[in-house]
C-alpha cells in the first residue's frame, strides 16, 4: 500500500526558514513526478510545487524565489525547502505522487503544520 509520511513542520516567525521532508513507500519512487501542496483553513488544497522524475520543477506564482523542491530517489524522499516564510504560507503541507497534472493516490499522509506568525 503507497503511503506518504510528512515531517518539518512548526511554527515560525515571518521571514523565517522551514524544510519539509515527505517519505514515500509502497510503490517505486523514482519513476514518479511528486508534489507538495497545501491546505488553509477555510480553503481548498492547492498545488505548491512539483518535480518530476528527471528533476524538472514548477512552482505556484505565490512561493517562486522562495521555495525550493527537490528529491533523493535513493531515500524515497522529497524535500520542500521553505525560506522567507510569510503568514499567508500557514497551512497544512501534504505531498503525493503525481499523474496528469493531479494527485495519483487518494490515500493522503498526515500532513505537516507549517504556522508563520507575524
Known amino acids: 500500500q503507497v503511503q506518504f509520511v510528512e515531517s518539518g513542520g512548526g511554527v515560525v516567525q515571518a521571514g523565517g526558514s522551514l524544510r519539509l521532508s515527505c517519505a514515500l513507500s509502497?510503490?517505486?519512487?523514482?519513476?514518479?513526478?511528486m508534489g507538495w501542496y497545501r491546505q488553509a483553513p477555510g480553503k481548498q488544497r492547492e498545488l505548491v510545487a512539483t518535480?518530476?522524475?528527471?528533476?524538472?520543477?514548477y512552482y505556484t506564482d505565490s512561493v517562486k524565489g522562495r521555495f525550493t523542491i527537490s528529491r533523493d530517489n535513493a531515500k524515497n524522499t522529497v524535500y520542500l525547502q521553505m525560506n522567507s516564510l510569510k503568514p499567508e504560507d500557514t497551512a497544512v503541507y501534504y505531498c503525493?505522487?503525481?499523474?496528469?497534472?493531479?494527485?495519483?493516490?487518494?490515500?493522503w499522509g498526515q500532513g505537516t503544520q507549517v504556522t508563520v506568525s507575524s
Open positions: 503525493n505522487a503525481l499523474y496528469l497534472g493531479g494527485p495519483k493516490y487518494n490515500n
Open positions: 509502497g510503490t517505486t519512487f523514482s519513476i514518479n513526478a
Open positions: 518535480i518530476s522524475s528527471r528533476s524538472m520543477t
